[in-house]
Nanobody
Framework: QLQFVESGGGLVQPGGSLRLSCVAS????????IGWFRQAPGKEREGVSC????????NYADSVKGRFAISRDNAKNTVYLQMNSLRPEDTAVYYC????????????????WGQGTQVIVSS
């Protein structure tokens, strides 16, 4: 059974850091692109970052460029999102998702989704 488990969310002060993790089980996702998305209360879901499979090419939303970094460890079936210099507007539920295609793209639909992890940036 395909399953994702996100972790690493929590409450952090502005300027702080968090690292989100997404672990997959039930299949090997090394051939697929993985994305991180977020949804804040009252707002539409938005793409944050994604990483391609074979090339490791990455994409970022303009709002997080230079602050967030995505990486993957295929041996552990895990993708990470390192979030630095966090801002209150980064507050959202963060989801990881897999696209059954090798190329990363934040503007397309993804095929499988995790349950999400809450990130709150507040003083």
């Amino acid at each position: 059974q395909l399953q994702f488990v996100e972790s690493g969310g929590g409450l952090v002060q502005p300027g702080g850091s968090l690292r989100l993790s997404c672990v997959a089980s039930g299949f090997t996702w090394s051939d697929y692109a993985i994305g991180w998305f977020r949804q804040a209360p009252g707002k539409e879901r938005e793409g944050v970052s994604c990483i391609s499979s074979s090339t490791g090419r990455t994409n970022y939303a303009d709002s997080v460029k230079g602050r967030f970094a995505i990486s993957r460890d295929n041996a552990k079936n895990t993708v990470y999102l390192q979030m630095n210099s966090l801002r209150p507007e980064d507050t959202a539920v963060y989801y990881c998702a897999v696209r059954l295609f090798s190329v990363c793209d934040l503007m397309v639909e993804y095929d499988y989704w995790g349950q999400g992890t809450q990130v709150i940036v507040s003083s």
